[in-house]
C-alpha cells in the first residue's frame, strides 16, 4: 500500500515515494483493466521522465526507457488476468519495435500506445459476462466520464433507450441504480488520487466533477467508512 508523503520527509526521500506511488497506480490501471487511465499515466509521467540513465544517446536512453516500461507493463497485465501466451509475445513485439526504432517522436509514442493496448486487453477479459452489450457500453463510458457529470439521460442517448427503461435495465444487470454506479466509480478514483497525488480534497471533488467539496466527503464516507483524510492517514499502517 502507498506511504503518505509527510512534512518529515527529505525533498529526496518525498520526490521519490511520490514517483513509486505514482507508478503503482499506474501499474494498477493496467491489472485492473482500467480504461480511465489517463490521469494516472499523465502523473507518474510528469513525475519521472523515464530510467535515470544518463548516456551520450538520448535513442538509447529513450529506447532503454521503453523497454524497462513496456517490462513492468506485461507483468501487471499477466497479474490482471492476461495470459502469458498473449502477454509476452506482445510485450516482446513492442520490445523489438522499440529496439528497432531510430526515431524519438516513434518512440515517444509508442509507450502510450503500448500502454493502452495492454490495459483494454485486460479490460475485455473483466468485462462482466452477465453484463449486455448496451450495458457494459453505459459502464465504460461512465469510466471515461468521472471528470464530467453524467445522467442516466445522458447513458439512454447513447444506447438508444428511453430513459426510464434504461435505469430498469441498469439497476437489474449491475445492481446499482445509475447514480450510485457513477458515485462508486467515482470514489473509486479518488482513492488513487488520495494514495498517489498531493491534491487537496476540494481539488479532487473538483477534478471527479461533484458539486461541492462537503459532498465529496459524504459520499466518499458512505462508501467507505471513512473521510478522504482518515484514508490518507490509514495509509500509514
Given amino acids: 500500500m502507498p506511504q503518505l508523503l509527510t512534512p518529515e520527509m527529505t525533498v529526496g526521500e ?33 513525475l519521472s521522465p523515464g530510467v535515470p540513465v544518463h548516456g551520450r544517446d538520448p535513442l538509447r536512453q529513450m529506447k532503454t526507457s521503453v523497454i524497462v516500461f513496456t517490462t513492468l507493463v506485461c507483468r501487471a497485465a499477466m497479474e490482471g488476468g492476461l495470459s502469458p501466451e498473449i502477454a509476452y509475445p506482445l510485450g516482446d513485439s513492442y520490445i523489438q519495435t522499440a529496439e528497432d526504432s531510430h526515431d524519438l ?24 459476462p452477465n453484463y449486455s452489450h448496451s450495458i457494459q457500453k453505459c459502464c465504460d463510458y461512465i469510466e471515461l466520464s468521472l471528470d464530467r457529470r453524467v445522467r442516466a439521460s445522458d447513458l ?11 435505469t430498469l435495465k441498469f439497476k437489474k444487470e449491475t445492481g446499482k441504480s445509475v447514480s ?58
Avoid: W
Fill in 14 to 46: 518525498r520526490n521519490r515515494m511520490q514517483v513509486y506511488a505514482a507508478e503503482q497506480a499506474m501499474l494498477r490501471m493496467v491489472r485492473e483493466g482500467n480504461i480511465n487511465y489517463q490521469d494516472a499515466l499523465q502523473t507518474s509521467m510528469s
Fill in 156 to 166: 439512454a442517448r447513447l444506447v438508444g433507450y428511453t430513459e426510464y427503461y434504461l
Fill in 105 to 128: 517522436g516513434e518512440l515517444t509514442a509508442l509507450a502510450p500506445a503500448m500502454y493502452h493496448d495492454f490495459i483494454y486487453r485486460v479490460h475485455y477479459l473483466h468485462a462482466n
Fill in 180 to 237: 450510485q454506479y457513477i458515485r462508486d466509480a467515482k470514489i473509486e478514483r479518488a482513492k488513487m488520487f488520495l494514495a498517489s497525488t498531493n491534491d487537496s480534497v476540494a481539488e479532487i471533488a473538483e477534478r471527479l466533477a461533484f458539486n461541492t467539496p462537503n459532498y465529496f466527503i459524504q459520499c466518499f464516507r458512505e462508501v467507505t467508512g471513512m473521510t478522504p483524510a482518515q484514508f490518507r492517514k490509514a495509509l500509514l499502517r
